[in-house]
């Protein structure tokens, strides 16, 4: 993507050799590391260690926790098993990893990954991430218990632990739209969620729309901030201020959105147009405003993100940023398939373009 590159090899700095020796020695250490050296520093057995990183339910939580932070703070790695015998033991099984099962956002997910498993002979299985399980019951450990070869995560970002303890037990990830950078490193499939900003807040100031406003998502999750800083920074281009009292935040839910919607258009500033960081909170907007007797596009013009299959079933249909759910499902278990081969699995990091769908909710500014 760069221009300007050079063939030439660039002598490597003194901090870059010290960087690279560290991470040499990091490797050599956790090479080092042995099972038996594992169970030793955690005052127990092998057999127990074994049972922790096979997601076993009978070793007590704080010697799970233990082993946890040593596989950690070590590095340490088992020896991967031969994929195609495992894989002939798990009868062609894939899996993926969901924080929820409900919504159209997940059953595109689903087909998604589902379609790009069964193009390669396998089944899908589905974990459902809970925040309220503990270390032995979570995602992680039934993971490690099933023994798998490997998982497509959607929509959440594992914590330093849990990605080591899945590397040492050979278990590679592929995250689909991380909510965080804490899992640098970890291959992922994305969208241009700042593109996608960009091109809603463009669409709306070529209407004609100087007071406008938006409803962000709740959280500091990397998605919603991409998306809120394009729309920002292609406001920021045309010369449109965006004031603090037309910037709302809500849980991603309808009804959320549907009150923060309500406070800016009661307010003597209101907005003559409404983005909203995901289809859902778009709706909630455009219930907020028939709620108040506002029209839309005629008196509220209002842009979502997503492109659900929903926001083409209301009246008037949404105006959206569609970002390819499906295909980046799909695009992530392929990836993961590559890694479970033991090929190449390209670019850590791979975002899939955005596109503005116009439709019916939005109109000239007035």
């Keep these: 993507m760069s221009s300007n590159r050079h063939d030439a090899v660039t002598p ?11 991470n040499e020695a990091a490797d050599a250490e956790a090479s080092r590391v042995t099972m038996a050296e594992l ?8 057999p127990t260690v074994s049972k922790v990183l096979n997601g076993r339910s009978d070793v ?15 590095g340490y790695r088992r020896t991967p098993r031969a994929g195609r015998t495992r894989d002939a033991q798990l ?18 997910v689903l087909s998604g990954a589902e379609r790009a498993a069964s193009e390669a002979g396998l089944d899908v299985v589905v974990t459902v991430a809970r925040p309220d399980q503990d270390a032995g019951a979570d995602w992680v450990g039934r993971l490690l218990a099933r023994g798998s070869r490997g998982a497509t995560v959607a929509l959440l970002t594992p914590n330093r632990t849990q990605l080591q303890v899945l590397a040492a037990a050979g278990i590679p990830l592929v995250l689909l739209d991380p909510s965080s950078d804490q899992a640098t490193g970890v291959p992922s499939i994305g969208t241009t969620d700042w593109a996608g900003g960009y091109s809603a807040a463009t669409h709306l100031v070529e209407l004609g729309h100087r007071h406008i406003g938006v409803i962000a998502g709740a959280g500091d999750y990397r998605y919603g901030r991409a998306r809120v800083d394009g729309f920002r920074a292609a406001l920021e281009q045309a010369g449109v201020e965006l004031p603090v009292d037309r910037v709302e935040t809500a849980d991603w839910s309808r009804e959320s959105a549907e009150n923060a919607a309500r406070r800016m258009l009661d307010s003597a500033t209101a907005p003559t147009a409404i983005f909203a960081c995901s289809d859902e909170m778009a709706l909630g907007a455009a219930r907020a405003a028939r709620t108040l007797g506002l029209g839309v596009p005629d008196d509220l013009s209002i842009v979502g993100f997503d492109d659900l299959p929903e926001s083409s ?11 390819p759910i499906e ?9 993961l398939l590559r890694l479970r081969e033991g090929m190449p699995a390209g670019s850590a990091r791979e975002e899939l373009s955005t596109e503005l769908v116009v439709r019916g909710t939005t109109a000239t500014a007035r």
């Design 327 to 335: 295909e980046m499902a799909a695009a992530a278990m392929r990836k």
């Design 60 to 74: 007590s939580s704080q010697t799970r926790r233990r082993v946890m932070e040593l596989v950690e703070q070590t």
């Design 313 to 323: 079933w209301i009246s008037p249909s949404l105006t959206t940023v569609r970002q």
């Design 12 to 22: 490597r700095t003194s901090s870059d050799t010290s960087r690279a020796d560290g």
């Design 91 to 108: 009868g062609g099984l894939v899996d993926l990893v969901i924080s929820r099962v409900s919504g159209s956002w997940s059953n595109l």
């Design 39 to 46: 169970a030793r520093r955690a005052g127990t057995t092998v």
